[in-house]
């Protein structure tokens, strides 16, 4: 059996999927995906057994340039790719109704989310089955859920598997045992204060661990630096790393401490040792997810309120004013129990 899997981002929501694809192998012996995404998050799915081929579909970068003769190129040669192809199943995975117009380019049966359980409720008038997951469950869970509902297997009560093994990206013994900060989030309400991420620099160190932290653009990189000034004699500001690269710098760390961040699922999803932390948004529904993993989400009266900004107005000693029930010494000690 032979899948396209359209689920094009993000890098959390790509991790988030990886398990359902384990399920299906159990279940349907032979069954082959071919995946959808976005080409800065391609890396990821070639990691998984099943997948035959990814199909970078560059949709951001399309939307920016719509009217771009290079988009109507490149769309022009998705859909010849496609066609090349008939699938026993396309499984839009997304739920967007940008998702669903995907799916159509493809030649086999669509299938998806319904209208009540589709993020975009539109998405769901174009698949000709369609599947009833609750939304309000982890994002593993409900990726697991609709996987087994539209393949018609029955949803394993066993933990998540994503596939994922640590020798695959481990490259070579580092000299010394280091920790990874794993600081850069999209949000600014996810960012823990750079106060923080200084003393828990300071705290590490003197626990004779060197710390490693990277950025993905200019002021992450900047924010990298701000936070290793505290100690730079034990910090290491790595330059910019690929996907794959900061896989194997992961896959070597004694352990990695996070926001709610793409990296900090690999992290998990991985089996290192990962804290996350978690004020503005609601790990019930979109922790990091390992065998060795724990999250700490904020104790505050308007955590999670899923906002993009802080909008809390009173005096803090830090902002966003919910991690001051997430402070450095909690976090290690965290760290320490696993």
């Known amino acids: 059996m032979r899948v396209l899997l359209v689920k094009t981002s993000s890098m959390g929501d790509v991790i988030h999927t990886l398990p359902a694809l384990t ?81 159509c380019t493809a030649q086999g049966t669509r299938v998806g989310l319904d209208w009540g359980s589709a993020r975009e409720s539109l998405a769901s008038l174009v698949y000709q089955r ?111 790393l690929s996907i794959a690269e900061m896989a194997a710098m992961l896959a070597n760390a004694e352990a990695a401490i996070a926001v709610d961040t793409g990296f900090g699922h690999l992290a998990a999803a991985m089996g290192v040792t990962t804290v996350s932390i978690y004020g503005s948004t609601n790990p019930d529904y979109t922790s990091a997810i390992g065998d060795r993993s724990v999250h700490l989400a904020a104790d505050f009266a308007c955590a999670p309120c899923l906002s993009r900004e802080c909008t809390f107005r009173q005096p803090s000693e830090v902002t966003p004013a919910c991690y001051i029930r997430i402070p450095p010494a909690k976090v290690w000690e965290t760290v320490l129990s696993l």
Not at 75 to 100: C, F, H, P
Not at 217 to 237: G, H, L, Q, T
Request: hydrophobic share 45%.
């Open 130 to 240: 369609k599947c009833t997951v609750n939304f309000y469950q982890h994002a593993v869970v409900r990726m697991r859920e609709l996987f087994s509902k539209a393949l018609g297997y029955s949803l394993p009560a066993t933990a998540p598997v994503f596939g994922l093994h640590l020798d695959r990206f481990r490259q070579f013994a580092p000299p010394e045992k280091y920790v990874v900060f794993l600081h850069g989030t999209t949000w600014a309400s996810k960012q823990w204060p750079e106060s923080y991420w200084q003393q828990l620099a300071k705290i590490v160190s003197q626990q004779g661990y060197r710390i490693r932290i990277s950025g993905g653009n200019p002021a992450e990189v900047a924010r990298a630096e701000r936070i290793a000034s505290a100690c730079p004699e034990n910090v290491d500001v790595m330059p910019y």
């Open 23 to 103: 399920d299906a192998a159990n279940a349907i012996p032979g069954i082959r995906f071919d995946w959808m995404v976005e080409p800065s998050f391609a890396e990821i799915p070639v990691w998984h057994p099943q997948v035959e081929r990814v199909i970078p579909v560059p949709l951001r970068r399309w939307r920016k340039e719509i009217f771009a003769a290079r988009t109507r190129n490149e769309w022009r040669e998705l859909r010849t790719r496609l066609r090349e192809v008939k699938y026993d199943m396309i499984l839009d995975a997304q739920g967007l109704v940008k998702s669903a117009l995907l799916a």
